[in-house]
């Protein structure tokens, strides 16, 4: 027994030393790839020395003697911090991930290389003017020069992702760049999705009237009822299966919901205490580890500029300059349009066009897949755009037999100068210039916020499609692509564009919502981003004859929710108050006690409230069971609360309580019988997953916001050091967006919101502030992993200062590129 004991006591010491040995080398080699901030690095490219001085947050101030040279910087500086993060997004542009990922990521590829977005960036470098090709070409070559230094040094590689997914290393193009600006494109687009809901509802629907109540027009003029979808696409199913999107972390496709979003408020002279310009943006898009935002200085020959850029783009996409700042939202213009093709029945590779039928133009596409057989795609384009799968976006339950679905798109050109229409932009002086330097660009539309010393402005910039005014279906739903009256007859001239220039009033903002009402077809679009958050914003931006610096930060972490202020009152009418004291312990008693904390609430999203919760679960199983009977399957897609559907119905407009009756019943329910047994519902939910004791129940352990490596995220042990998780107030409705995922298991994970936020005074430029919601650096062992994190979530920030001295007085290292002798 002493002999086995003593063994036993040997493996285990063995194994011990194993595992120590183990972790140490995987720390070592993940460690290699960790920057040196305090480095003379020589290089290639640049004709005079390049300093890359980083504060103390790691911000990084580029100085050089040249634009080029400057530019050269930016991108060693973004290979430097970002190396993985910008090789998948390139990856994911040319849909080339299976090669590392294998068969998982194979559907992405399928549909991303049927956009052929890649070609397309190529295609559109060519297009573009000799300063911006200059630009691309010299960042390019900064990315490369950090390549070729980690593969001297042997730097792990350049990030630990790299040591594990044993992935090549192409040098870095110009079309790279703008390829990920295309794929932004991607994830903020929304109205291809919104097309398929609209139809597959129209579909399911008996009674089309009710098609209005469940997707709603924004307030504001209506339009002319549609035709039913049926009537377009003659032999479509009424009822499909749905086809859910691909749920791997790296895939662009979002739904709706999680389509873009953003917000931007301005202020004249007139308006501020300073008597100085003010402007606050917050962007808004998926959170990740690390955020797709990266801080950043240039010092560029017009002057400094300094925000938010996205590795892999040599621009500043939101910030300012010494003179002038900028910010964007998501513009929801209606730049996508779905059509039906028919295929010629005689032969297969034509389809019917007004003038009959035509070819395909048609390409082979290999697909190469980690440990499996390559895929050969054959890319197919109509006039009107790329053939896409029948599985994106359940495409296949509204396309008839002997059909296929092809998609028009702005962002699909192959003469794409939004780049450089973003580089013109940071050297803008003023408010009429920036507004001048926009029309270069094309998608993904936007609203573009300006504020100068003097004045503010607000314009949507991007492509906006030229309809024919007998379109059927006014680009809501997908129409006949042989139809002449359907197709876009090019794009209208940028000064169609909504604009709006020095208002009377000296407060501009949007928060996604509508901001034009437009007969069609120049009405920018029938589907807008948010009909709730700027109800809050109009109160509180009039409810001061003057604003700060300080008041524009309060309203960009304002988390009082208008919808549950608007709608509680409206679904617990009969509910409060009502009826006897039911005994402790039955359900009834619980409905009491969630009843009176709701009646005491103010609306305020606090993390640390309990009535967030309450309200939340109660509004979701509330629509639950007012859509499942009408809809059926369908019901899952409308997974997050539609304020303005709730609303209609209780307010029975235009007949919209029809809704509260259970179709399968024999009797007749009434909307307060609805909202009691969904209010039941909601409390049975959170007794199963947060306990009983409502009062002590927390929404920001439901609302975590969810900052996941989307490679790493889910590995045993790893996840917990990649992935950055916080409790967050705030929710889908408020100006501290924070959008849900709406899907089970944790239908309240705080899953899209503010990446970036930057408040802008320029009454005292220096006194500006900015914040990300992880940090600069994309590896896991930097300190500056995570290091704006608490900061972000607490709503703090740090100082956007244009002052060298003040960057190099706490600076956490300064790299110099040297140039290399000839």
């Given at each position: 027994?002493?002999l086995?004991f003593?063994w036993l006591?040997?493996?285990?010491?063995?194994?011990?030393?194993?595992?120590?040995?183990?972790?140490?080398t995987?720390y070592?080699?993940?460690?290699?790839?960790?920057?040196?901030?305090?480095?003379?690095?020589?290089?290639?490219?640049i004709t005079?020395?390049?300093?890359?001085v980083?504060?103390?947050?790691?911000?990084?101030h580029?100085?050089?003697?040249?634009?080029r040279d400057v530019?050269?910087?930016?991108?060693?500086?973004?290979?430097?911090?970002?190396?993985?993060?910008?090789?998948?997004l390139?990856?994911?542009?040319?849909?080339?991930?299976?090669?590392?990922?294998?068969?998982?990521?194979?559907?992405?590829?399928?549909?991303?290389?049927?956009?052929?977005?890649?070609?397309?960036?190529?295609?559109?470098?060519e297009?573009?003017?000799p300063?911006?090709?200059?630009?691309l070409e010299?960042y390019?070559?900064?990315?490369?020069?950090?390549l070729?230094?980690?593969?001297?040094?042997?730097?792990?590689?350049?990030?630990?992702e790299?040591?594990l997914?044993n992935?090549?290393m192409?040098?870095?193009?110009?079309?790279?760049?703008?390829?990920?600006?295309?794929?932004?494109g991607?994830q903020?687009?929304?109205?291809?999705?919104?097309?398929?809901?609209?139809?597959?509802?129209?579909?399911?629907l008996t009674?089309?009237?009710r098609?209005?109540?469940i997707?709603?027009?924004?307030?504001?003029?209506?339009?002319a009822?549609?035709?039913?979808?049926?009537?377009?696409?003659?032999?479509?199913?009424?009822?499909?299966?749905?086809m859910?999107l691909?749920?791997?972390?790296?895939?662009?496709?979002k739904?709706?919901?999680?389509?873009g979003?953003?917000?931007?408020?301005?202020?004249?002279?007139?308006?501020?205490?300073s008597?100085?310009?003010?402007?606050?943006?917050?962007?808004?898009?998926?959170?990740?580890?690390?955020?797709?935002?990266y801080?950043?200085?240039?010092?560029?020959?017009?002057?400094?500029?300094?925000?938010?850029?996205?590795?892999?783009m040599?621009?500043?996409?939101?910030?300012?300059?010494?003179?002038?700042?900028?910010?964007?939202?998501?513009?929801?213009?209606?730049?996508?349009?779905?059509?039906?093709?028919?295929?010629?029945?005689?032969?297969?590779?034509?389809?019917?066009?007004?003038?009959?039928?035509?070819?395909?133009?048609t390409?082979?596409?290999?697909i190469?897949?980690?440990?499996?057989?390559?895929?050969?795609?054959?890319?197919?384009?109509?006039?009107?755009?790329?053939v896409l799968?029948?599985?994106h976006?359940?495409?296949?339950?509204?396309t008839p037999?002997g059909?296929?679905?092809?998609?028009s798109?702005?962002?699909?050109?192959?003469?794409?100068?939004?780049?450089?229409?973003?580089?013109?932009?940071?050297?803008a002086?003023?408010v009429q210039?920036?507004?001048?330097?926009?029309e270069?660009?094309?998608a993904?539309?936007?609203n573009?916020?300006?504020?100068?010393?003097?004045?503010?402005?607000?314009?949507?910039i991007g492509?906006?499609?030229?309809?024919?005014?007998?379109?059927q279906s006014?680009g809501?739903?997908?129409?006949?692509?042989?139809?002449?009256?359907?197709r876009?007859?090019?794009?209208?001239?940028?000064?169609?564009n909504?604009s709006?220039?020095?208002?009377?009033?000296?407060?501009?903002?949007?928060?996604?919502?509508?901001t034009?009402?437009r007969?069609?077809?120049?009405h920018?679009?029938?589907?807008?981003?948010?009909?709730?958050?700027?109800?809050?914003?109009?109160?509180?931006?009039?409810?001061?004859?003057?604003?700060?610096?300080?008041s524009?930060?309060?309203?960009?972490?304002d988390?009082?929710s208008?919808?549950a202020?608007?709608?509680?009152?409206?679904?617990g009418?009969?509910?409060?108050?009502?009826?006897e004291a039911?005994?402790?312990?039955?359900?009834?008693?619980?409905?009491?006690?969630?009843?009176i904390l709701?009646?005491g609430?103010?609306g305020?999203?606090n993390?640390?409230?309990?009535?967030?919760?309450?309200?939340?679960?109660?509004?979701?199983?509330l629509?639950?069971r007012?859509?499942?009977?009408?809809l059926?399957?369908?019901?899952?897609?409308?997974?997050?609360?539609q304020p303005?559907?709730?609303?209609?119905?209780f307010r029975?407009?235009?007949g919209?309580?029809?809704w509260?009756?259970?179709?399968?019943?024999?009797?007749?329910?009434?909307?307060p019988?609805?909202?009691?047994?969904?209010?039941?519902?909601?409390i049975l939910?959170?007794?199963e997953t947060?306990?009983d004791?409502?009062?002590?129940l927390?929404?920001?352990?439901?609302?975590q916001?969810t900052h996941?490596?989307?490679?790493l995220?889910?590995?045993p042990?790893?996840?917990?050091f990649?992935?950055?998780?916080?409790?967050t107030?705030?929710g889908d409705?408020?100006?501290?967006?924070?959008?849900?995922k709406?899907?089970?298991?944790?239908?309240?994970h705080?899953v899209?919101?503010?990446?970036?936020?930057?408040?802008?005074d320029?009454?005292?430029?220096?006194?500006?502030?900015?914040?990300t919601?992880?940090?600069?650096?994309?590896?896991?062992?930097?300190?500056?992993?995570d290091?704006?994190?608490q900061l972000?979530r607490?709503?703090?920030?740090?100082p956007?200062?244009?002052?060298?001295?003040?960057?190099r007085?706490?600076?956490?290292?300064?790299?110099?590129?040297?140039?290399?002798?000839?």
């Amino acid at each position: 027994m002493a002999l086995i004991f003593r063994w036993l006591i040997r493996i285990a010491a063995a194994l011990i030393v194993l595992i120590v040995v183990t972790v140490s080398t995987v720390y070592w080699l993940a460690s290699r790839s960790l920057p040196d901030y305090t480095d003379d690095v020589t290089v290639r490219g640049i004709t005079a020395p390049v300093e890359i001085v980083r504060d103390n947050a790691n911000v990084p101030h580029i100085f050089g003697q040249s634009d080029r040279d400057v530019y050269f910087g930016l991108g060693f500086a973004h290979a430097q911090d970002r190396m993985w993060q910008m090789i998948m997004l390139r990856r994911t542009a040319q849909g080339r991930l299976s090669e590392v990922f294998g068969a998982p990521t194979l559907n992405i590829d399928k549909v991303m290389r049927r956009f052929d977005i890649y070609t397309l960036s190529v295609q559109s470098a060519e297009a573009l003017d000799p300063k911006t090709k200059l630009a691309l070409e010299a960042y390019a070559a900064g990315v490369n020069a950090r390549l070729a230094q980690i593969n001297t040094e042997a730097l792990g590689r350049g990030a630990p992702e790299m040591l594990l997914f044993n992935a090549p290393m192409a040098p870095w193009r110009p079309a790279d760049s703008i390829a990920i600006t295309k794929l932004m494109g991607v994830q903020l687009s929304g109205h291809l999705e919104a097309e398929v809901i609209r139809a597959r509802t129209s579909l399911a629907l008996t009674d089309q009237a009710r098609l209005l109540d469940i997707l709603p027009d924004s307030p504001g003029s209506g339009v002319a009822a549609l035709p039913e979808y049926a009537a377009l696409a003659p032999g479509v199913r009424r009822h499909a299966q749905n086809m859910p999107l691909d749920p791997h972390p790296l895939s662009p496709f979002k739904p709706t919901a999680l389509a873009g979003a953003s917000n931007a408020w301005a202020a004249a002279p007139s308006r501020s205490a300073s008597g100085g310009t003010l402007l606050a943006n917050d962007p808004h898009l998926g959170f990740t580890a690390p955020a797709i935002w990266y801080l950043a200085r240039l010092e560029l020959q017009t002057g400094g500029v300094i925000g938010g850029t996205i590795p892999g783009m040599p621009v500043v996409l939101t910030g300012r300059s010494a003179a002038l700042g900028w910010g964007l939202t998501s513009a929801y213009l209606d730049d996508q349009d779905l059509f039906i093709e028919e295929i010629n029945p005689e032969n297969s590779e034509e389809y019917r066009t007004p003038d009959g039928f035509k070819a395909f133009e048609t390409r082979a596409s290999i697909i190469t897949v980690k440990d499996a057989d390559p895929v050969t795609l054959t890319l197919r384009w109509t006039d009107n755009g790329p053939v896409l799968p029948g599985s994106h976006y359940n495409l296949a339950s509204i396309t008839p037999p002997g059909h296929v679905t092809t998609l028009s798109w702005t962002n699909l050109s192959a003469r794409d100068t939004s780049i450089a229409a973003a580089m013109r932009l940071m050297e803008a002086k003023s408010v009429q210039e920036g507004l001048a330097a926009a029309e270069a660009y094309i998608a993904p539309a936007q609203n573009l916020t300006l504020v100068d010393r003097e004045n503010i402005a607000m314009t949507t910039i991007g492509a906006m499609p030229r309809r024919d005014a007998g379109h059927q279906s006014q680009g809501r739903l997908p129409s006949p692509g042989w139809i002449a009256a359907n197709r876009w007859q090019g794009t209208l001239p940028y000064a169609a564009n909504p604009s709006f220039v020095a208002p009377t009033g000296g407060i501009l903002g949007n928060t996604n919502n509508k901001t034009v009402d437009r007969p069609f077809p120049n009405h920018v679009s029938f589907l807008w981003g948010d009909t709730q958050r700027v109800q809050r914003w109009q109160r509180l931006m009039q409810n001061r004859e003057v604003h700060t610096r300080d008041s524009f930060i309060e309203a960009q972490l304002d988390t009082v929710s208008f919808t549950a202020r608007s709608l509680l009152p409206l679904i617990g009418a009969e509910l409060w108050f009502t009826g006897e004291a039911a005994p402790d312990g039955t359900p009834e008693r619980q409905r009491q006690r969630a009843l009176i904390l709701l009646a005491g609430w103010s609306g305020e999203m606090n993390e640390h409230l309990p009535e967030p919760l309450i309200y939340a679960a109660w509004l979701r199983s509330l629509q639950a069971r007012l859509i499942q009977d009408e809809l059926g399957p369908l019901a899952d897609e409308f997974d997050h609360v539609q304020p303005l559907f709730i609303e209609r119905v209780f307010r029975d407009v235009d007949g919209a309580g029809i809704w509260c009756d259970v179709l399968q019943s024999t009797r007749v329910e009434t909307c307060p019988e609805m909202a009691r047994l969904a209010l039941d519902d909601a409390i049975l939910w959170i007794n199963e997953t947060w306990g009983d004791q409502l009062e002590s129940l927390r929404w920001g352990d439901a609302h975590q916001a969810t900052h996941d490596h989307q490679v790493l995220g889910e590995v045993p042990v790893l996840r917990y050091f990649v992935n950055i998780r916080q409790s967050t107030s705030g929710g889908d409705n408020t100006l501290q967006r924070g959008k849900t995922k709406g899907a089970m298991p944790d239908p309240f994970h705080n899953v899209h919101g503010a990446g970036y936020r930057g408040v802008y005074d320029f009454a005292d430029p220096d006194s500006s502030v900015f914040v990300t919601s992880t940090g600069q650096s994309g590896h896991f062992l930097s300190r500056h992993y995570d290091d704006m994190a608490q900061l972000w979530r607490r709503g703090e920030y740090i100082p956007m200062s244009l002052d060298a001295d003040l960057a190099r007085a706490a600076s956490v290292g300064v790299t110099t590129l040297t140039p290399a002798s000839e």
